[in-house]
């Protein structure tokens, strides 16, 4: 070994200790993935083999009865609204309430922090009664405003620390040169933000994508179905068909992991950056 | 004028979304926790303490779903907090395989909770039952899912496999701010490696540490999918959490009001908790 100095063997058995413990990490995974290409025969008699060939019947059924693509239609459709319209709301409001600190500003901050301890089971009963009053039942808009609602605590708590520390000279300089509020804030402001916003992302969209709750009782239309509904009750019928189920997981959990691995770099910074804030 | 309008066009779509959606349901709810209400009917009748005295005296279901509940919170937040900081120690070491390693050990945090429900019910029912077929090791032949003990420890199981890699990012930030000269420092001085651990690692780390044990709580706390899926608070409602129990009331049975007034004392243990918990560990952090 080259770097044979600096690699000790203390560290050559901890690389090793690392690599088994990842690779038990894996297994449920491999177990799921290896399985979901066999016919239910081959599962049934040997689970933990590799597949002897890559059958395709699993996932060419689910694809059908789960209506996979219409699916994940719908869980895109609403993660990348809620996020749009969430980074717009959020980013505006933390900025007003920082260079306008006035004692209602203040007031509405304080109430966005404190709104962060109520669990959300505390007052899902109730929304579902306002949501049905004002006709956001059973509708994707409906299910966006609601997240829109839910993130806008932990949104303007992260932006509103971010732009504290924005000095302010360079929106003066361009106030000087006689232009409105609006023009600062996205001409000069927003694009600053950038690190923030794909923290905010990214934190939303692993929560908006993976959520099951609100939408479970928001929508009750087959075809409104996101991602985790469409597992939901794709699962609850086939329990005993494990070929099936299997295929039918893989596909519900293959975006999100191919999502992570092309961001992981800034998923990982965008935690890092989002828990020591929060 | 234009100023007036200017505060409603920058803070006002974040106030109108947030108060129809957590604040008037949040009032709602402390409202409807003092009725006798079925969700649909038209006519709410209050009953002032009544629902209160029922799930403080009388509701065992409840009683047993919180008990659940604190005892998941405490091993998770242990067995979480341990694995995740060993990991964080392990992938701090000048390792090959580095970022590999967090790439993996990260993975199962991307997938939502009823996704990772439905894995492991296939692990514990099949996978586990092959494994033990083959090696005998007692261990993957228990009745997993089928028996009160082991369902409460499948669900740490899966808890800390989830949320390990999390916290071991946390962790892993915490650590490489550790100024490396005041390790060095403190092993010429011929410091071992776990007083340097216990001395000199953790103290500057509290900042983490808080962060960590605030998450954890508020994960097994308030923990649904992954219970929802893999286990359904089964077998005989052994591991049904609050959360669960909640749904329940509400949904399925349709008392409104029992299923507020339930919520409401949940919000209240929980908010009394959390911040027991950041006051206390706040105080232990110290200043580089």
């Known amino acids: 070994m080259e770097s044979a100095k600096k690699y000790s063997a203390r560290l050559f058995s901890l690389e090793v200790l690392g690599i088994l413990v990842a690779l038990l990490f894996l297994v449920p995974f491999y177990f799921v993935l290896a399985n979901s290409f066999k016919t239910f025969p081959e599962l049934a008699m040997s689970t933990a083999k590799l597949p002897k060939t890559l059958f395709l019947g699993n996932y060419e059924k689910v694809w059908t009865i789960m209506k996979f693509p219409k699916a994940f239609w719908n869980s895109l459709f609403v993660t990348v609204l809620s996020n749009v319209g969430l980074v717009i709301i959020s980013s505006m409001a933390s900025y007003r309430m920082v260079r306008k600190p006035t004692k209602f500003n203040n007031?509405?901050?304080?109430?966005?922090?404190?709104?962060?301890?109520?669990?959300?089971?505390?007052?899902?009963?109730?929304?579902?009664?306002?949501?049905?009053?004002?006709?956001?039942?059973?509708?994707?808009?409906?299910?966006?405003?609601?997240?829109?609602?839910?993130?806008?605590?932990?949104?303007?708590?992260?932006?509103?620390?971010?732009?504290?520390?924005?000095?302010?000279?360079?929106?003066?300089?361009?106030?000087?040169?006689?232009?409105?509020?609006?023009?600062?804030?996205?001409?000069?402001?927003?694009?600053?933000?950038?690190?923030?916003?794909?923290?905010?992302?990214?934190?939303?969209?692993?929560w908006i994508w993976n959520d099951y709750l609100l939408p479970s009782l928001v929508l009750s239309s087959p075809e409104l179905r996101t991602i985790p509904l469409a597992t939901y009750s794709f699962f609850g019928q086939y329990t005993k068909q494990w070929d099936l189920a299997l295929a039918g997981l893989t596909l519900s959990v293959l975006p999100i992991v191919i999502f992570f691995l092309a961001l992981q770099r800034h998923i990982v910074e965008g935690i890092t950056a989002g828990s020591v804030k929060g | 004028m234009a100023a007036l309008l200017q505060q409603w066009v920058f803070v006002g779509p974040a106030l109108l979304f947030f108060l129809i959606i957590v604040v008037i349901p949040f009032l709602m709810s402390i409202y409807y926790s003092f009725t006798e209400w079925n969700g649909v009917a038209t006519d709410v009748k209050f009953n002032g303490l009544d629902n209160f005295k029922q799930i403080l005296f009388n509701d065992t279901d409840y009683h047993n779903a919180f008990w659940f509940t604190t005892?998941?919170?405490?091993?998770?937040?242990?067995?979480?907090?341990?694995?995740?900081?060993?990991?964080?120690?392990?992938?701090?070491?000048?390792?090959?395989?580095?970022?590999?390693?967090?790439?993996?050990?990260?993975?199962?945090?991307?997938?939502?909770?009823?996704?990772?429900?439905?894995?492991?019910?296939?692990?514990?029912?099949?996978?586990?039952?092959?494994?033990?077929?083959?090696?005998?090791?007692?261990?993957?032949?228990?009745?997993?899912?089928?028996?009160?003990?082991?369902?409460?420890?499948?669900?740490?199981?899966?808890?800390?496999?989830?949320?390990?890699?999390?916290?071991?990012?946390?962790?892993?930030?915490?650590?490489?701010?550790?100024?490396?000269?005041?390790?060095?420092?403190?092993?010429?001085?011929?410091?071992?490696?776990?007083?340097?651990?216990?001395?000199i690692i953790v103290p500057l780390i509290m900042p983490a540490v808080t962060v960590c044990l605030f998450l954890t709580i508020s994960w097994s706390f308030k923990i649904f999918d992954l219970n929802f899926s893999l286990t359904k608070g089964g077998p005989f409602n052994s591991t049904e959490s609050v959360s669960i129990n909640i749904y329940q009331e509400a949904f399925r049975n349709n008392r409104f009001g029992l299923g507020t007034a339930k919520a409401f004392v949940f919000f209240i243990v929980v908010a009394i908790i959390s911040t027991i918990q950041v006051m206390y560990t706040k105080r232990k952090e110290v200043e580089v």
């Open chain 1, 107 to 206: 007031l509405v901050f304080l109430g966005f922090v404190a709104a962060m301890v109520i669990p959300f089971q505390s007052i899902m009963i109730p929304l579902v009664k306002v949501m049905s009053s004002i006709n956001f039942m059973d509708s994707k808009l409906g299910l966006i405003g609601s997240y829109f609602g839910f993130g806008v605590s932990l949104n303007v708590f992260l932006y509103h620390g971010f732009i504290k520390s924005i000095p302010l000279e360079i929106e003066e300089s361009a106030t000087v040169d006689g232009s409105s509020s609006y023009g600062v804030f996205w001409k000069i402001v927003f694009p600053l933000l950038k690190p923030m916003t794909i923290t905010i992302i990214i934190l939303n969209s692993l």
């Open chain 2, 71 to 199: 005892r998941l919170t405490v091993t998770n937040v242990i067995l979480t907090n341990l694995v995740g900081f060993l990991l964080a120690l392990l992938l701090t070491q000048a390792l090959k395989s580095r970022n590999v390693l967090r790439t993996v050990f990260f993975m199962p945090n991307v997938i939502g909770g009823l996704l990772l429900g439905f894995i492991w019910q296939f692990i514990f029912v099949k996978g586990f039952a092959t494994l033990g077929e083959i090696t005998h090791i007692g261990f993957f032949e228990l009745p997993w899912l089928g028996d009160a003990p082991t369902a409460f420890w499948a669900i740490v199981i899966v808890s800390v496999w989830q949320g390990a890699g999390y916290l071991m990012i946390i962790y892993i930030a915490a650590l490489s701010n550790v100024p490396k000269d005041m390790l060095e420092a403190a092993y010429i001085d011929g410091a071992s490696r776990m007083q340097v651990l216990r001395s």
